[in-house]
């Protein structure tokens, strides 16, 4: 049995974060838990699988949330957990006998398939059903951020408690949701299939879809070095040919 102790932490370093692969290694369980103050620290046991090749400093997923590795032997780990972290994650709470998602970051030699993971924690949503399909579970999930949905797309990627999952279905809207299936084997590897209606999951959207809408945002609305929005100068350049026909 390992332990995972939550203890005041003021002075926490920075994480150096990395891109982590799309499979939860490994799952475990703690016990044995205090906590106090702006900062927290946790500390985790009987956890030598996920240690072999640890670094002070490496990065380790817990339930999705890229951490770094502040103290660690061949079976233990403590990590350090910012105010912020607890805010924008389902970390804070974490009680005795809790179980996590554990994960080490990827490496270059690893099989890069599903999509990449980073570890930024983006909202968490609220489990508003559980409902069995065969041998498969359907969760239907709906942020507490409603502006992540626009990047929740049907048959697109999703990260809940650091799991890659696929979306199989999607409502975007005030009151939107979104749905993924989990099957046999991942239910066997990840938390998430244990939990209930009305518990939290960490939720981390694929990052390409963030990329590609700063992008696209700026090319339009972006300002150019003389000033003026792409979009605002082709508008004003058709009603200036346009005049010009007019004037002929």
């Known amino acids: ?45 009987n956890a030598e699988e996920i ?11 817990i339930n999705g949330t890229c951490l770094t590795i502040t103290e660690f032997d061949n079976s233990t780990f403590k990590v350090g957990v910012s105010p912020e972290t607890l805010r924008r994650t389902n970390l ?24 990449f993971v980073q570890g930024h924690v983006d909202t968490i949503a609220t489990i508003l059903s559980v409902t069995p399909d065969g041998n498969s579970l359907v969760f ?10 626009r990047y929740i797309v049907e048959k697109g990627y999703v990260t809940l408690d650091g799991a890659s999952l696929t979306v199989t279905k999607v409502r ?22 244990g939990k209930k209606k009305g518990e939290d999951v960490n939720v981390e959207v694929d ?3 963030k990329y590609v809408e700063k992008s696209v945002a700026g090319y339009f609305t972006g300002m150019s070095a003389d000033g003026g929005g792409v979009l605002e100068k082709m508008v004003q350049r058709m009603i200036d040919e346009r005049l010009k026909a007019i004037e002929r």
């Open 51 to 61: 240690l072999q090749d640890a670094h002070m400093g490496d990065s380790i997923s």
């Open 92 to 115: 804070g709470s974490l009680a005795e006998k809790s179980a996590v998602n554990l994960e080490r970051a990827v490496s270059a030699s690893t099989r890069m398939g599903g999509h």
């Open 207 to 209: 990052m390409v879809g």
């Open 1 to 45: 049995m390992f332990t995972v102790s939550i203890l005041k932490s003021p002075n926490l370093e920075p994480s150096a974060k990395l891109r982590k692969s799309q499979a939860v290694s490994q799952l475990e369980k703690q016990d044995d838990t205090s906590s106090g103050g702006d900062g927290t620290s946790l500390t985790i046991s």
């Open 172 to 193: 975007d809207g005030e009151d939107g949701w979104w749905e993924v299936m989990l099957i046999a084997y991942t239910q066997e590897k990840v938390v998430t299939a």
């Open 140 to 149: 239907r999930l709906q942020p507490r951020d409603r502006s992540v949905l």
